[in-house]
Every structure is written in structure tokens, then in C-alpha cells.
């Protein structure tokens, strides 16, 4: 029989011996299974369930609102950030203001590439912006999530190894399921008009676009920060700031024939 999957999220009231036993036993005698558990948070665990009806989730709820050892603060279908936060044992930060922004340290890379690669499951345009320092871990994480989701990456522009900026594509490289990635600074300040006409293509196309300094691509092209759907912040430390006065070149190649890449 079809089972729907729902979240349950409770605090913890009173701890003790057997608490997580007791709250199994009631799962188990209202025929519920328990896909996954994890804590999410301090005092708090993360359900992921699978019932075969409402009525047996209605009973949990009424249950479980009798109870004083813990008290319920999620009994829904899971959300994404739910089912991360099952897996890794945490949750995502999420702006209070800015629904769309999501933020990590770089301890928390593990968790940043499964977010993204879930973000690059999704069927059709999506646009996603990543803010970060330099060396802080952005495109190695735009990378490693493409490799998770089995999505082949094309640098349209980027400082990974050295300045690359491309002002086409082969036909082969028109593909919805790939991942494009560009860098807003070096598309913005340093490219020319052919190469922005392969932006525009690209940002026509029913398949995922990450942007890194997505502020500097916006503030410098006729894009808004409204069309970016998620947009990600890395920082080193939860304090840091993220400016963009004092980004380093990469001088690898400085003075060599091999100063930039422009195809």
C-alpha cells in the first residue's frame, strides 16, 4: 500500500530513559514507520515518517498534544530543508528578512553541496546566486553539488584557474541538463558584448544558472536580485562580511601567454 511521507519535529520538556522508546511504541501502535531520525537541533529531534492516511497522522497530533514530555513544533509534508535537516543533524540558516537567502560557514560545506544538489534536481530555469570571500570554498562547492546531481558543469566565466570567458558554445554544450556557472565579476567587468549575448541565451534556457557575486552581475547588467530564485551565502565565521574592495587576482600566469582564456 502507497505510504505518504510527513516531518515530525518536537522539543524535548522533560528528558528521560526511554523517552525515544515511548514516542517509537506510539508510532508503531499507530502503524507509522519511521524512515529516518535524527536530532536537529539542541533539544530538539526530526521525524521522517510514513503513514498510509491523514487519520493516523490526526491521531498522532492528538496524542501527542496530551503528552508534557515534549511538545510539537512541525507535523507536516516534508519540506527540503526538512529532509537536511534529518540527514545532517541541523538546520539550514534561512534570512528572517529575505525568505530566498540561505546562509553557511565553510564547516559546513557537507551541507551546502547536498543543499545545492537538491536545488539542482529540480526540472527547468533555476537561477541561483552564490555570495562568499575569496578562498572561502564557492565554486568548489558549485562543483562538487553538480558531481551529487549527476549534472555535467560548463564555466561560461570563472578565476578558477585563471580567467576564462566564453563567447560561445558548441551544440553539444546546449543542453538543459547541464549546470552553467559564471562569475559576475569577470562577466560584468572584464567581458565583451559577444559573450553577453551568450549570457542572455543562457539565461533564456529551461535549465540551472549559478552566479557567483550575484550583486556585482546585477548592479552591472539589466537583471535584478528579484530574478535570482535562492541565494546562497559562505562565510569563513558567522561574522564575517562580505565585501567586494579588496577581491585578489589570481596571478598564476601573470606576464605569461597564458594570462587569460577568451573562446
Same mark, same amino acid.
Given at each position: 500500500?502507497?505510504?505518504?511521507?510527513?516531518?515530525?519535529?518536537?522539543?524535548?520538556?522533560?528528558?528521560?530513559?526511554?523517552? #525515544?522508546?515511548?514516542?517509537? @511504541?506510539?508510532?508503531?501502535?499507530?502503524?507509522?514507520?519511521?524512515? $529516518?531520525?535524527?536530532?536537529?537541533?539542541?533539544?530538539?529531534?526530526?521525524? #521522517?515518517?510514513?503513514?498510509?492516511?491523514?487519520?493516523?497522522?490526526?491521531?498522532?497530533? @492528538?496524542?501527542?498534544? $496530551?503528552?508534557?514530555?515534549?511538545?510539537?513544533?512541525?507535523?507536516?509534508?516534508?519540506?527540503? *530543508?526538512?529532509?537536511?535537516?534529518?540527514?545532517?543533524?541541523?538546520?539550514?540558516?534561512r534570512?528572517?528578512?529575505?525568505?530566498? $537567502?540561505?546562509?553557511?560557514?565553510?564547516?559546513?560545506?557537507?551541507?551546502?553541496?547536498?543543499?545545492?544538489?537538491?536545488?539542482?534536481?529540480?526540472?527547468?530555469?533555476?537561477?541561483?546566486?552564490? *555570495?562568499?570571500?575569496?578562498?572561502?570554498?564557492?565554486? +568548489?562547492?558549485?562543483?562538487?553539488?553538480?558531481?551529487?546531481?549527476?549534472?555535467?558543469?560548463?564555466?561560461?566565466s @570563472?578565476?578558477?584557474?585563471?580567467?576564462?570567458?566564453?563567447?560561445?558554445?558548441?551544440?553539444?554544450?546546449?543542453?538543459?541538463?547541464?549546470?552553467?556557472?559564471?562569475?559576475?565579476?569577470?562577466? $560584468?567587468?572584464?567581458?565583451?558584448?559577444?559573450?553577453?549575448?551568450?549570457?542572455?541565451?543562457?539565461?533564456?534556457?529551461?535549465?540551472?544558472?549559478?552566479?557567483?557575486?550575484?550583486?556585482?552581475?546585477?548592479?552591472?547588467?539589466?537583471? @535584478?536580485?528579484?530574478?535570482f530564485?535562492?541565494?546562497?551565502?559562505? *562565510?569563513?565565521?558567522?561574522?564575517?562580511?562580505?565585501?567586494? +574592495?579588496?577581491?585578489?587576482?589570481?596571478?598564476?600566469?601573470?606576464?605569461? +601567454?597564458?594570462?587569460?582564456?577568451?573562446?
Open positions: 500500500m502507497h505510504r505518504i511521507e510527513w516531518y515530525l519535529e518536537y522539543e524535548i520538556q522533560k528528558n528521560r530513559p526511554g523517552l #525515544l522508546g515511548d514516542i517509537s @511504541s506510539l508510532l508503531g501502535m499507530l502503524e507509522i514507520n519511521i524512515a $529516518t531520525i535524527n536530532g536537529v537541533d539542541e533539544g530538539r529531534r526530526g521525524m #521522517l515518517l510514513l503513514a498510509r492516511n491523514d487519520e493516523q497522522i490526526s491521531r498522532l497530533e @492528538s496524542i501527542i498534544s $496530551t503528552m508534557d514530555t515534549i511538545q510539537m513544533t512541525k507535523l507536516r509534508q516534508p519540506k527540503l *530543508r526538512d529532509r537536511l535537516a534529518v540527514r545532517h543533524g541541523r538546520y539550514i540558516q534570512d528572517a528578512d529575505d525568505k530566498k $537567502t540561505f546562509r553557511f560557514i565553510r564547516d559546513e560545506l557537507g551541507l551546502l553541496v547536498d543543499f545545492m544538489a537538491e536545488l539542482y534536481k529540480q526540472e527547468g530555469h533555476k537561477l541561483i546566486g552564490i *555570495r562568499g570571500m575569496p578562498r572561502v570554498g564557492k565554486t +568548489e562547492s558549485i562543483v562538487a553539488a553538480s558531481v551529487c546531481a549527476n549534472k555535467k558543469w560548463l564555466f561560461v @570563472s578565476t578558477l584557474l585563471k580567467q576564462t570567458i566564453r563567447n560561445q558554445l558548441i551544440q553539444a554544450e546546449y543542453n538543459e541538463n547541464n549546470l552553467y556557472i559564471l562569475d559576475g565579476v569577470v562577466s $560584468t567587468r572584464r567581458a565583451s558584448e559577444k559573450h553577453w549575448q551568450l549570457v542572455r541565451e543562457i539565461m533564456r534556457m529551461p535549465a540551472v544558472k549559478v552566479i557567483e557575486h550575484p550583486d556585482i552581475f546585477v548592479e552591472n547588467s539589466e537583471y @535584478s536580485i528579484d530574478d530564485d535562492y541565494i546562497i551565502e559562505l *562565510r569563513h565565521n558567522p561574522d564575517e562580511e562580505i565585501t567586494y +574592495e579588496m577581491a585578489p587576482k589570481n596571478n598564476m600566469f601573470n606576464g605569461s +601567454e597564458f594570462s587569460g582564456f577568451d573562446f
